[in-house]
Each structure stands twice: as C-alpha cells, then as structure tokens.
C-alpha cells in the first residue's frame, strides 16, 4: 500500500513512487512565491502567445540563478530526503495560462532520476497512465508532488488543456494562470551542449 498520497487528491490508482504533500509550503510561502514568480513570469516570460513559457535556473544552462527563496524549499526537500544525498541542481519554471497544458510523456533519462513538481496559482490535475491503470492528481497552490521509481519511469503524465472541471466531488477552475517549479538533478549535460552546439 501507498499512503503517500492523500485520497482527498487522488483518483484511481495510486503509482508506486508517487508522493504528493499538499500543504508543502505555508500560506505566506505561498502568498510570497506566487507574488514572486508573477513579476518574473511579467518580466522574463513573453506575454503573448498560447504556448507553455519557461525559464530555467541553475542546470542545464546555468544562466540564472537559483531564486533566494528557493533555498528554503531546497533544503525542506533535503529534510525529506527526496533527493537522497546530492540537492537538486535545477529548477525549471513554467507558465500554464489558462487552458494552456502540456501533452502526455514521460520526462527523458536527462532529466534525472526523481522530479519535484510545486505548484502555484490556478488548480489543476494531472493525469498519469501505465498502459490501463490511470490516476489522477488535483495540483493545488502550494503543494508538492514527487515522482520517483515506477512514477518516474513507467508512467505517462499530462497536464491537460481543460479549463474547468470536477475532481472527486470538487470542482475546480483555471481561470487565472498556473505556474510549477520542477525540481531536478541533472548530471549530464551531453544533451544540452550538443543541442547548442558546444560539443
Ligand atoms: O507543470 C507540471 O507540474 C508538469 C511539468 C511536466 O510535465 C514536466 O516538467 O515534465
């Protein structure tokens, strides 16, 4: 059995590896970080276009730094001993606009072994398939989900494009932007320089 996902933000089957805290940050974590995060996404993001925007910090190209902020939710990571011994080495921020979602697909070897995922601003869910076992996940403000082992490598997930709807006996509305810091480890950059040319 797996009780590292409450059943009040799961449905159907729960992967092994999966671990979601819903209260991971405290309200005024989360009040600060999305404030935060609003006046990078006004300045660094574009502010046009229907697409996912993203910035990364720290690996895999190192050209900005992790946020001040960031060292506290590191360090609370390292507490739970998610990422085992070494801290993870980036954060990839991502903007979802309203009906904006990504398609299903499980995250290459390059991004590393375990995938720390906190969510800010508009709920969502997730959903997560192995051939027929489905799940699906209800991503608040200031929760936390980690994939690691079958979570990781064996099941799909997606953020689907859906504007509203109901999860459990909720409903839910994205109305206002989504935003989600992943958390990651990446030790090799092959991919990332022969991409820019650099190898
Ligand atoms: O926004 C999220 O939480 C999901 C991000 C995602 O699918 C990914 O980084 O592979």
Known sequence: MNLQVPKSHISGTIPQGLTLIPDFLTAKERKD???WTRVRAAAVLPNKGSGMHYEWFGAPDFKAEFPEWSQEIVARLQE???FKNAPPNSILLTQYR???GNNTHIDEDRYGEIIAGLSLGATCV?????FREKAQLLLES???YVFQ???RRDWTHEIPRATSGKFQDKDWQRTDDRFSYTFRKIDDLSWWKWWNGES
């Open 142 to 144: 200031g929760s936390m």
């Open 98 to 100: 309203p009906g904006v």
């Open 33 to 35: 970080i999305e404030e």
């Open 126 to 130: 997730m959903n997560m398939q192995r």
């Open 80 to 82: 739970r001993k998610i």
């Open 149 to 151: 082992n079958e979570a």
